[in-house]
């Protein structure tokens, strides 16, 4: 993640009584999206330092930051602040001060991607629909760094984006009803990972044997919002030599 | 020491007060759908007020206590009884190793919870006991409770802590089947027309079939937008009324995902969630406006009653 500047404008909301959202953008760029991934680490950091008393959730979307809290653990200033103005007040203040430490880094990490035969069940047909051959669509979908934009849909799942503007089916009209684990969506711009077997609706161009996540390892998750990753085509021979490498 | 599960019931899971600091990766919160009853039952049996309980649905299980322990159900009248005794929710008893605990036929509300003294020994998976069936993981592998499991507790002699709690928490959501339910304008409130934002509050919606620990699908008048509208994912708390492009609502539950993108427009208040939750499929619901303000005050005095409650006995 380059390090974008400090966030100086977002528009504050309550979603319901016990989450705040800020967002930084109403259309979706890469650029409102680091802002967003920045300011939720800066918050993360705040938090973890104990600065963000009754905070229990600081969830990155993609242009906004969704803070989940307790409200009976807000500290008010009195009158009649709101615990809603409350934290507001102390997420600006948090948000405005200069970060005591570096927050923690964004990661750059490889994901490995097989492209072939029936990890790729839906590569021919949407490489088609885009104008492109498979091995355009390949060449178009490797070798980029790019970002992750959100961790979301399921433990780990991350949307990765912006892609290629070739790159830009709508999603399948049939959602399938099982996703093999592992396996690369493509839709609009951005590709997500199935962590584990689902039902899903993005077109399948290829499959990782890298696990996206797993609650006995520390941290859980691979990747996390903000973090940059390059997609890179192996053959199905790599790919069952390193799948059997990361499972015990 | 331990309970051993003779028949599992209709869906019956541990839960404990969710799974909060994992939402950024995507994992849900999970916990009991009324918080309120299973604050209530784990009160009643002093423990604190986030200990891990047994959230029961419709049909309750059949438990063998292979322990002594102190004992509680709140929430729904799911028919309890111990050994073939009625055993109304809303109080503690004492139960011999070896006791039996069953439930008969429903008489109000949808979930009840069982405490125990001491709590359930499960093992926490990224910081909680509650069940993700979704993923897989928490209270007993991820899953409802199978005739043949047996969940370890604590033996335990001591009494029921002295509690003088409001009769109203008793019942829980139950005491209020036809109550009307609060909710907040939600971000995208002024995008529904005017009809809409009517509907939502002079209509009556039913709860759909297809309700369950993740959503509540309403059916009623179609809550329509003044013009499409395409939203970018972002973070929904529990509660969500969020409305897809067939107008029909869907209110977000325990078991919802972390992030969502279709149109808010608006929230139950956190107070009346247990109303809610306490609803079967096929029974109406009513919507009334409150603000933000006057949600936020009802949770804080009820979070600081139970705390009260909790302080006489911790």
Same mark, same amino acid.
């Given at each position: 993640?380059? /390090? ?22 109403? *259309? ?30 600081? *969830? ?10 307790? #409200? ?8 009649? /602040? ?24 964004? #990661?750059?990490?490889?994901? &490995? ?10 590569? #021919?047909? *949407? ?47 049939? &959602?399938?009803?099982?996703? &093999? ?8 711009? #951005? ?24 609650? /006995? ?32 | ?14 839960? +404990? ?7 950024? !990766? ?50 729904? +009248? ?7 005794? $009625?055993?109304? $929710? ?50 007993? +592998?991820?899953?409802? !409770?199978?005739?043949? +499991?047996? !969940? ?37 409130w002024s995008c529904f027309t005017a009809q809409a934002q009517q509907a939502l509050l002079d209509s009556t919606y039913c709860i759909g079939n297809d309700s369950e620990r993740m959503g509540y699908r309403l059916r009623g008048q179609p809550l329509l937008l003044n013009a499409p509208l395409q939203l970018l994912s972002e973070a929904v708390p529990f509660g969500t009324i969020q409305v897809p492009a067939d107008g029909q $609502? ?38 009334? !406006? ?25």
């Open positions: 993640m380059i /390090e974008p500047d400090l966030p100086t404008q977002w528009a504050c909301f309550a979603s319901g009584d016990s989450c705040l959202v800020l967002e930084f953008a109403t *259309v979706l760029s890469v650029a409102a999206n680091r802002r967003a991934a920045w300011a939720a680490r800066l918050l993360e950091q705040a938090w973890q330092a104990g600065r963000l008393r009754g905070v229990t959730d600081i *969830v990155p979307g993609m242009v906004t930051v969704g803070v989940h809290y307790q #409200q009976q653990a807000i500290a008010l200033a009195g009158g009649d /602040e709101t615990p809603f103005q409350a934290l507001e007040r102390q997420i600006e203040e948090q948000l405005r001060k200069p970060p005591d430490d570096a927050p923690v880094p964004a #990661q750059r990490i490889d994901i &490995p991607v097989c492209y072939d035969g029936d990890f790729a069940p839906d590569l #021919q047909q *949407v490489a088609h629909a885009c104008g492109l051959s498979s091995a355009e669509l390949v060449a178009r979908h490797t070798g980029h760094w790019l970002s992750v934009l959100m961790i979301g849909f399921a433990p780990g799942n991350p949307y990765i984006g912006l892609l290629d503007e070739r790159l830009s089916p709508p999603r399948r009209d049939t &959602p399938r009803t099982q996703v &093999p684990r592992g396996s690369i969506g493509l839709a609009n711009r #951005q590709s997500v990972i199935y962590p584990v077997a689902s039902p899903g609706g993005w077109h399948l161009i290829g499959r990782t044997p890298l696990t996206l996540f797993d609650a /006995e390892r520390q941290p859980p998750c691979l990747l996390r919002s903000g973090d940059e990753v390059r997609f890179v085509a192996i053959d199905a021979v790599t790919f069952e030599r390193l799948a059997a490498q990361a499972s015990p | 020491m331990s309970i051993e599960v003779i028949k599992p019931g209709l869906l019956t899971t541990v839960q +404990d007060a969710g799974r909060a600091g994992y939402q950024h !990766l995507g994992v849900p919160v999970n916990g009991p759908m009324d918080t309120l009853a299973f604050q209530v039952a784990n009160l009643l049996v002093g423990n604190p007020l986030t200990c891990s309980a047994l959230e029961v649905t419709l049909q309750g299980p059949t438990l063998r206590c292979q322990a002594h322990c102190l004992m509680a159900i709140a929430g729904a +009248d799911l028919g309890a009884q111990l050994n073939g005794v $009625p055993l109304a $929710p809303g109080q503690a008893v004492k139960v011999a190793a070896g006791s039996l605990l069953s439930f008969g036929r429903r008489v109000t509300g949808a979930r009840a919870y069982i405490a125990v003294q001491g709590g359930f020994m499960v093992a926490p998976v990224l910081g909680s006991a509650s069940t993700y069936r979704g993923g897989q993981l928490g209270g007993v +592998d991820g899953r409802a !409770l199978r005739a043949g +499991d047996r !969940l370890a507790i604590h033996s335990c002699f001591r009494n029921a802590p002295r509690l003088t709690l409001p009769p109203a928490w008793l019942s829980g959501g139950v005491a209020e089947p036809d109550g009307v339910i609060r909710v907040i304008p939600g971000r995208e $609502p869907i209110v977000l539950m325990a078991d919802r995902q972390t992030t969502g993108g279709y149109p808010k427009i608006a929230h139950v208040a956190s107070v009346d969630l247990p109303l809610l939750a306490q609803r079967l499929p096929g029974e109406p619901v009513r919507f009334a !406006l409150i603000s933000l303000a006057d949600a936020q005050r009802l949770a804080v005095d009820r979070a600081r009653a139970l705390q009260r409650a909790q302080a006489t006995y911790a």
